[in-house]
C-alpha cells in the first residue's frame, strides 16, 4: 500500500484502538490530514508487557507503519509506549514523532485542593518518565497514583459493542478515591488513550464530580503546530485502520464503523 500524496499523512499509533480518542481529537480541531490508525494487535494490552519487549517492539511495529502509508508525522497515542520508548522511536525514524504522555501540567494547574489523581496503565504509573513529569510540573501537586487493571481491556469491550464489567470500572475509581488523600482529589489525570472513551462509565462511579484532564488537544495543537504549512484547509479524512494481529475481524468492524474507509493487516517483523 503507497498511497498517493497530496496532504499529510498522520498515523496515530496505539497497542490497540486507544489511538481513537487522539484521532476524535484531531477531527474536532479539523486538522487538513489524512489519517491512518495502527493498532499493535498482536501486542496488546501492552500495560501488562515487559519493558524489555516493549522496547523491541514498539520501534519495529511504528517503522513497519511508517513505511507502509508513507506517513508524514507518528504520534504515539500510548502513554506506556511514549514514557518508554519516545527516545527510541525519535532516534531510529526520519519524521517528527509526538508523544502522548500523562497531562500533569494541565491537572496542576486545574486543581483547587492541590491533590490529582493520575489513573493509567500499572506500567505507566511506575515509569521514571512519569516520575520526571510529576517533578517538573507537579509544583508541589499530591499525585495519587492507580494502575489500572483491565481498564484498557473494557474500553476495547465497549467499543466492541459490549458491555464492559462494572466491576472494572468500580476498581478503577476506588483504586485513586480510597487511597489516603483520595477525599482531597478534584482533579484526575486520564494517562491512557483508552481512558477517555470509557470516561462516562468512570464519572458514574466516581464518589463526587470532578474535573478530568487528558492529553487529546493538546496533541492537536501540537500536531497542527508541526504541520502547519503542509495542511490543507479541507476537513481531516479517515483512510486506513492498519493491525498487526492475525484475527482481527472485531477490531476492523469498529474501525470502519467509526469512519475509516478501509482495513488493513500489517505484518512486523519483530523479532522478541
Ligand atoms: N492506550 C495505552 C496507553 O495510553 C495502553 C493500553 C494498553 O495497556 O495496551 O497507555
Avoid at 195 to 213: H, I, N, S
Wanted: aromatic share 4%; charged share 15%; hydrophobic share 45%.
Amino acid at each position: 500500500m503507497k498511497p498517493l500524496k497530496n496532504r499529510p499523512h498522520l498515523l496515530v499509533f496505539d497497542s490497540g484502538l486507544g489511538g481513537l480518542s487522539v484521532v476524535n481529537a484531531i477531527v474536532n480541531a479539523g486538522l487538513g490530514v489524512d489519517i491512518y490508525h495502527l493498532a499493535d494487535t498482536a501486542f496488546f494490552p501492552y500495560g501488562e508487557k515487559r519493558d524489555e519487549a516493549l522496547m523491541v517492539r514498539v520501534p519495529a511495529v511504528i517503522q513497519a507503519g511508517i513505511e507502509a502509508i508513507s506517513a508524514d508525522l507518528v504520534i504515539i497515542a500510548c502513554n506506556t509506549a511514549s514514557t518508554l520508548a519516545l527516545d527510541a522511536v525519535r532516534a531510529q525514524v526520519s519524521i517528527p514523532v509526538v508523544g502522548v504522555v500523562p497531562a500533569i501540567k494541565p491537572a496542576a494547574a486545574l486543581t483547587q485542593t492541590g491533590t490529582i489523581g493520575l489513573l493509567a496503565t500499572p506500567k505507566t504509573v511506575t515509569r521514571s518518565y512519569t516520575d520526571q513529569l510529576i517533578a517538573q510540573f507537579g509544583h508541589g501537586t499530591r499525585v495519587l497514583r492507580h494502575g489500572a487493571v483491565g481498564l484498557a481491556d473494557a474500553a476495547e469491550a465497549k467499543l466492541a459493542g459490549q458491555t464492559p464489567d462494572p466491576e472494572i470500572f468500580k476498581a478503577a475509581m476506588s483504586g485513586i478515591f480510597d487511597q489516603e488523600g483520595g477525599a482531597s482529589v478534584d482533579v484526575i489525570v486520564l494517562a491512557c488513550t483508552h481512558y477517555p472513551l470509557v470516561q462516562t462509565e468512570l464519572e458514574a462511579l466516581a464518589p463526587r464530580p470532578v474535573t478530568w484532564v487528558d492529553s487529546g488537544e493538546a496533541i492537536a495543537r501540537r500536531t497542527a503546530h508541526l504541520l502547519q504549512n503542509q495542511m490543507d484547509q479541507t476537513a481531516p479524512v479517515l483512510r486506513t485502520g492498519l493491525t498487526t494481529g492475525g484475527a482481527d475481524e472485531a477490531t476492523h468492524r469498529v474501525l470502519r464503523k467509526v469512519g475509516f474507509q478501509t482495513t488493513q493487516a500489517l505484518s512486523v517483523d519483530a523479532q522478541l
